[in-house]
């Protein structure tokens, strides 16, 4: 079955930075784009950064654009957030996300979460 295990998330001050992974299993890891969203008390979730398939292009919400990198192993199944320059307002859960259109529907799994708090 599909997995999405996320570790990484934890307590930082301002300023800092934190590496948050995912680990897939259980799906063709190289053929989805992968993707971290984060949703923060009482508002929507959001999309920070996307990774696509093999060749590995990548987008950025605008608020992380400079500080957060998004990358990929295709041999490890492995997606990372590199997160620097860290403010309060980057607090949320930081969710991993892999998705795929395949006939013409949209796949998506999701990761439970992890909680990312930046506070001094």
């Known amino acids: 079955q599909v997995q999405l295990v996320e570790s990484g998330g934890g307590l930082v001050q301002p300023g800092g930075s934190l590496r948050l992974s995912c680990a897939a299993s259980?799906?063709?890891?190289?053929?989805?784009?992968m993707s971290w969203y984060r949703q923060a008390p009482g508002k929507e979730r959001e999309l920070v950064a996307t990774i696509t398939t093999y060749y590995g292009s990548t987008n950025y919400a605008d608020f992380v654009k400079g500080r957060f990198t998004i990358s990929r192993d295709n041999v490890k199944n492995t997606v990372y957030l590199q997160m620097n320059s860290l403010s309060p307002e980057d607090t949320a859960v930081y969710y991993c996300?892999?998705?795929?259109?395949?006939?013409?529907?949209?796949?998506?799994?999701w990761g439970q979460g992890t909680q990312v708090t930046v506070s001094s």
């Open positions: 996300n892999a998705r795929r259109l395949r006939f013409g529907k949209n796949i998506n799994y």
């Open positions: 259980g799906f063709t890891f190289s053929t989805y784009d």
